[in-house]
């Protein structure tokens, strides 16, 4: 009797131990359908030459498709949430942004390791979106990304580079700051 209260006693405390999003990640079926989305999604931006126009008419048309998806409560792995966070992250409105951050959130919290990249990302994103500064580094664009009629070389500006700390940063799967001068002095190059 006292072996198995202490099996008991030594089961719950494992229960407890164990993030519950471990246990989902094993039984959670992937929604094919938002897998075929996120591929779209993927595939669009790695042609030869993108039709940016084209994209974004095909984008929002993901963006509704996957919005009713999680309305019906149509995604249940981590996978699901991390590809709804890619397809929000492609938007253009904050509040897709800081969507893209919520659904990266939950991918992260299902047990999918690579939603944390993509929460710092959309975060950095949606903060530039309502005016703020970046704080992770994440972004790195061409000024008529916050103007259209402004003109200007690859920057990451406005970014706060003193809030996070590298090690932080390494925590968060982002590149240390060295790391991303380096990227944007070779992206400023190429344009050249």
Known sequence: MRSAIVLLLLFAAWTLTVPASAASVAVAPSNPEMKAIFDADQSERQADKVNWEAVA???????????????????YSGDDYLEAAFVFQHGDSANDYLLAHILATVAVNKGNKDGVWIASATLDRYLMKIGQKQILGTQYITPQFIDPKASGSWTQEPYDRALISDALRKELAVPPQAEQAEELKKMIDRRR
């Open 57 to 75: 008419a095909a984008d929002k048309v993901r963006r509704a498709r996957t919005a009713t998806l999680l309305s019906q409560g149509a995604l």
